[in-house]
C-alpha cells in the first residue's frame, strides 16, 4: 500500500488523517445563529447534486365558487394560472489549509490541528448561501427575497410627525395599523386565498416593537401586544438583510429599511440547497495540505408571490 502522503512517513501519514477527521467532524456541528435565512425559509434539498437547473411554477389562483340549483351545470372553473420557469443551480465553494510546519509541530507536540480555518471555510459557504437567500446572484440567475420583483408592495402612510413614514415617529396605533396593512394587504391582493403568518425586519424596528409600551396605561410592549392580538401572527423576526434593502441596485423607495410578510409554508417558497456543504479529502499540494469544501444552491424559489408582502422606508 503506498503511502497517504508524498511529505509525511506513515506514522506522520496516520496522525495527520486522524486529526483532519477530527477537524472536518467537529466543523459540520459549528451553527451560525446570526445566519437566519434557514430558520426563516422552507429549504428543500430534493433537487439532487447533480442538477444544472431546477424547473418551477409560479401560481396565482383564478376563479371563485358560487351559489348553484340542484341541477346546475354551469359550476363556475377554478384553476390556477402559472408561469414556467428554469433556475439555476450553482456551486459555493472554499478551502482551507496547513502548511508542513504547522503539521509537524502538531505531531512532535501531540496538540490538535488549529480547527479555526475549517470553521472559517464553513462560514464563508454559509454566508455566501446566506447572501444569496435575500440578495440572490443577479451575476449567475440566483433569486433572493430582496430582489424578487414579483412580490407585491404596500405603501405604508405617512402620517407620523411631520409626514414621514418611519415607525420612529409614529405612534403605536400607527405601528399597528400599518402591520395589520401589511397582513391584510396579503389577504386581499389574492382574494382571501392566501394569508400570511410571518414578520421579518431589521432589529431597529424589532427593538422599537420589543421595548416600547403599547400605551401610556399599557404593561405590556407593542411586539407582545400583537401577538396576543392578531392571531395570524405566529413569527416575527429581526434579520439583518432588511437594512438598506435594494431593489436593482436601487436603494427601494429611496430610503432604507424594509418589511415583509409571508407564508412560512414550502408550498409558497423555498430555498434550495441541491447540495449540503461538504468537504473533500486532503489535497497535498507543494507544502500545504488542503481541503476543498464544497455545496450548491439553487437560489430562492417563489411559487406563490401573493402570499407575500413588502412595505419600505421604515
Not at 447572501?131 to 405617512?158: K, Q, R, W
Amino acid at each position: 500500500m503506498g503511502k497517504l502522503f508524498k511529505n509525511l512517513d506513515d506514522t506522520e501519514g496516520v496522525f495527520f488523517q486522524r486529526e483532519v477527521e477530527h477537524v472536518k467532524a467537529r466543523s459540520y456541528d459549528i451553527k451560525f445563529p446570526e445566519m437566519k435565512a434557514r430558520m426563516l425559509f422552507p429549504v428543500s434539498f430534493e433537487a439532487g447534486n447533480w442538477a444544472e437547473s431546477i424547473n418551477y411554477q409560479q401560481y396565482q389562483n383564478k376563479g371563485k365558487a358560487k351559489i348553484i340549483n340542484h341541477y346546475g351545470k354551469d359550476l363556475p372553473r377554478a384553476d390556477i394560472a402559472g408561469k414556467d420557469f428554469v433556475g439555476p443551480v450553482r456551486s459555493i465553494g472554499a478551502s482551507y489549509a496547513w502548511n508542513i510546519q504547522e503539521l509537524r509541530l502538531s505531531i512532535k507536540t501531540g496538540k490538535a490541528l488549529p480547527q479555526r480555518r475549517a470553521n472559517a471555510a464553513k462560514r464563508a459557504c454559509m454566508q455566501t448561501e446566506n447572501d444569496i437567500a435575500f440578495f440572490g446572484d443577479s451575476d449567475h440567475g440566483l433569486n433572493g427575497l430582496n430582489v424578487d420583483t414579483s412580490i407585491p408592495e404596500i405603501a405604508f402612510p405617512n402620517d407620523g410627525t411631520g409626514t414621514r413614514i418611519e415607525w420612529a415617529v409614529k405612534t403605536p396605533d400607527l405601528i399597528i395599523r400599518d402591520i395589520n396593512l401589511l397582513f391584510n394587504g396579503v389577504v386581499a391582493q389574492s382574494l382571501g386565498v392566501e394569508s400570511a403568518d410571518t414578520l421579518i425586519m431589521p432589529i431597529e424596528q424589532y427593538s422599537l416593537l420589543a421595548t416600547v409600551q403599547r400605551s401610556s396605561a399599557s404593561d405590556i410592549t407593542i411586539l407582545k401586544w400583537i401577538m396576543q392580538n392578531i392571531p395570524q401572527i405566529k413569527n416575527i423576526e429581526w434579520v439583518n438583510e432588511m437594512n438598506t434593502i435594494r431593489v436593482g441596485g436601487v436603494i427601494a423607495n429611496g430610503s432604507a429599511d424594509g418589511i415583509y410578510a409571508y407564508k412560512r409554508d414550502p408550498e409558497k417558497l423555498t430555498l434550495e440547497i441541491p447540495q449540503e456543504f461538504e468537504q473533500f479529502p486532503v489535497q497535498e499540494t507543494g507544502l500545504e495540505f488542503e481541503v476543498p469544501c464544497h455545496m450548491r444552491n439553487g437560489g430562492l424559489k417563489i411559487y406563490y408571490p401573493l402570499s407575500l408582502a413588502k412595505a419600505y422606508g421604515l
